[in-house]
């Protein structure tokens, strides 16, 4: 599984960002995907997942500011972050996991760089 993911960049307070993350390769055994941020100094977190049957999970600091969702027909997954602050500045990480002869694994897309101004 490959994955691609982009529409990072900065933003004001109060805005929004979209990011998307193309999947690609064994795209069929994918059953769950999310996204992951990384602060510097901080430990990588759990932003928002989804799975295969559109069970959905947000950390508990964006709730309500964000929103997961997947295209299947684009094979991508997207992560709306709206009322964004300063603490949501990180390099976010889209993540795969993949179920495949009895072993789950999981990828990693390359980061991609989300910066709040106040």
């Known amino acids: 599984v490959q994955l691609q993911a982009s529409g990072g960049g900065l933003v004001q307070a109060g805005g929004s960002l979209r990011l998307s993350c193309a999947a690609s390769?064994?795209?069929?055994?994918?059953?769950?995907m999310g996204w992951y941020r990384q602060a510097p100094g901080k430990q990588r977190e759990l932003v928002a997942s989804?799975?295969?049957?559109?069970?959905?999970n947000y950390a508990d600091t964006v709730k309500g500011r964000v929103a997961i969702a997947r295209d299947n027909a684009k094979n991508t997954v997207y992560l709306q972050m709206n009322s964004l602050s300063s603490e949501d500045t990180a390099v976010y990480y889209c993540?795969?996991?993949?179920?495949?002869?009895?072993?789950?694994?999981?990828?990693w897309g390359q980061g991609t760089q989300v910066t709040v101004s106040s």
């Open positions: 993540n795969a996991g993949s179920f495949v002869y009895g072993h789950q694994f999981y990828y």
């Open positions: 390769g064994s795209i069929n055994s994918i059953n769950v």
């Open positions: 989804i799975t295969s049957s559109d069970s959905v």
